[in-house]
């Protein structure tokens, strides 16, 4: 089955920096890979995604890059703020099953 | 999207005994599922449950544990039954809807489950 690898495990940076999340997969017939964000004590919140036929993908201050050769797909946060604190999870998605990466603890420091 | 609520949001339980979680969405859904997210880990799928037909387990879950219901399509349980200290967790159920880049999945707030 698919393999996901999310690194790294935790992040920290300053506010109004950048913050970089990378995932790698293991199954080349994966085709869809969103990323959820879950704040303390809330579910996973789907933050955004992309599909394979797809190379990057942009949403206001957060973006998504995917390189199907490697098979590795990174989240960027630009201009961080405090809010975007919470665990960051990647997922590989081949139908309707779901494969996640083991999350990334993300503190902007103020 | 998807509005999703799940009930209780908290609990604290004795060992040998079993909780019922319910999971309730909007609109209907053909597919939800229920997973588990141990303290400071990922998410761990337990099974898929369509409506009308039994839920499908994942490799180490069993129906006798997780006893799962899918009585219509905007509703779901999982039981834990038979509870011990190694089954405190989030649980989280999840339905599949299209998104902007076609089907996906939506979670709820999760059930936050402590057995003594």
């Known amino acids: 089955g698919e393999n996901v690898e999310q690194h790294p495990s935790t992040l920290s940076v300053q506010e109004g920096d950048s913050a970089v999340i990378k995932c790698t997969y293991s199954?080349?017939?994966?085709?869809?890979f969103p990323w959820y964000k879950q704040e303390l004590g809330k579910g996973p919140q789907l933050i955004i995604d992309i599909r394979s036929n797809v190379g990057e993908k942009k949403d206001q201050r957060i973006a998504v890059t995917l390189n199907k050769t490697a098979k590795h797909f990174s989240l960027h946060i630009t201009e961080t703020q405090p809010e975007d604190s919470a665990v960051y999870f990647c997922?590989?998605?081949?139908?309707?099953?779901?494969?996640f990466g083991t999350g990334t603890s993300l503190t902007v420091i103020p | 999207s998807a509005v999703i609520s799940q009930k209780p949001s908290r609990d604290i339980c004795q060992r040998g005994t079993s909780l019922t979680i319910q999971c309730q969405v909007d609109?209907?859904?053909?597919?939800m599922f229920w997973y588990r997210q141990q303290p400071g880990q990922s998410l761990t799928l337990i099974a898929t449950a369509n409506q009308g037909s039994e839920a499908t387990y994942e490799s180490g879950f069993v129906i006798d544990k997780f006893p799962i219901s899918r009585p219509n399509l905007t509703f779901s349980t999982l039981t834990v039954s038979n509870m011990s200290p190694e089954d405190s967790s989030i649980y989280l159920c999840s339905v599949e809807r299209a998104g902007a880049m076609g089907e996906t999945q939506y979670f709820g707030p999760g059930t936050r489950l402590l057995v003594l």
């Open positions: 609109s209907q859904v053909t597919m």
């Open positions: 997922a590989a998605s081949l139908g309707n099953q779901f494969y």
């Open positions: 199954d080349s017939a994966s085709n869809y």
